[in-house]
């Protein structure tokens, strides 16, 4: 690799070494340069899957962890600015690499494939895929096997200071912003607001019954130092050990003007629901006016 990674492809796996064999030759086959592949499995079956990496240029590394854990471990370790987080059992499309690249290089700061289920086609099937369409269409959530593709890191990428995170644009430009002092935050949904400023919402959560903290900040990219350390201003901070009652929310979505939504969906959990939280930012100009 002659030049630093534009794309690191993270993989947490869990007794998958099959899987991962059928998987792994169809990103090589697809290969840039500027893409490396970082593998994070559990210990079951690690030295099938050690060498499974090793035939196929991946990195793999041991880690007997949640899944969200060893998703982590592997943003922790790329160094690319751009992550794609796979499935072990993933079957990709032709020339996906490609897609993935050329979507960031078009300015896309993330994005997600078509769901489909593999093996003989079927009604129940087809009822299955049309429902996860219309879910991230009108809904904007996507499911994790749907080979999500981001362009800021979730959590501070590796070699830099773990208190800051960083906004990536596709022609080189960075921002840094300061990361909020909840533990374990990590950013899990990005939108823009018109005057080019950025919403970025930041979840911290550790384990069931811990306290979770969701965090609203606008970075607005013209307030920035010569470091490219950027304006955080906060927005709102939802806390649960504060009092407030708020489930895992994951994703936001732009509505219109100043307006946008805060999902957190049901987990396919029958103790959970899909929530839909529309709000407002108001600027400080205008709250004065009133």
């Known amino acids: 690799m002659t030049e630093p990674p534009r794309l690191s492809v ?4 869990r007794d998958d070494a099959r899987p991962l064999a059928r998987l792994l030759p169809q990103i090589s086959a697809d290969n840039e340069d500027q893409v490396e592949i970082i593998v994070v499995c559990d210990a079951d079956q690690r030295d099938e899957i050690k060498t499974v990496c090793t035939d196929n240029g991946a990195q793999c590394v041991v880690l007997n962890e949640p899944r969200g854990v060893r998703l982590r471990k592997g943003a922790e370790l790329a160094s690319a600015p751009n992550y794609w987080f796979l499935h072990a059992d993933s079957e990709l499309q032709d020339n ?3 897609a993935v690249m050329q979507a960031f290089s078009d300015g896309h700061i993330g994005g997600y494939f078509r769901f489909r289920l593999l093996g003989p086609r079927s009604l129940r099937k087809r009822c299955i895929e049309y429902a996860v369409a219309i879910r991230c269409r009108f809904g904007g959530i996507p499911y994790g096997d749907q080979a ?11 070699y830099r200071s773990k208190t800051i995170q960083t906004l990536f644009s596709s022609n080189g430009k960075e ?12 950013i899990t949904g990005l939108e823009i607001f018109k005057n080019g400023d950025v919403l970025v919402l930041e979840r911290s959560y550790r384990m ?4 979770v903290v969701i965090n609203l900040r606008r970075i607005q990219l013209d307030q920035c130092d010569k470091e490219k350390h950027c304006t955080a201003e906060a927005v709102a901070r939802f806390d ?17 003007d100043n307006q946008f939504f805060m999902v957190s969906d049901d987990n396919n959990s029958l103790f959970q629901k899909t929530i839909l939280v529309l709000f407002e930012v108001i600027d400080a100009e205008e709250t004065s006016k009133k």
Not at 148 to 158: D, H, N, Q, S
Request: proline fraction near 10%.
């Open 240 to 256: 649960t050990s504060e009092g407030w009652s708020i489930d895992n929310f994951e994703g936001l979505a732009h509505y219109k």
């Open 175 to 186: 921002w840094n912003f300061e990361r909020s002092k909840a533990p374990n935050s990590a």
């Open 10 to 13: 993270i993989i947490p796996c």
């Open 208 to 211: 069931p019954f811990m306290p």
């Open 96 to 98: 996906a690499v490609k």
């Open 148 to 158: 999500l593709f981001v362009t800021a890191a979730e959590y501070p990428i590796k």
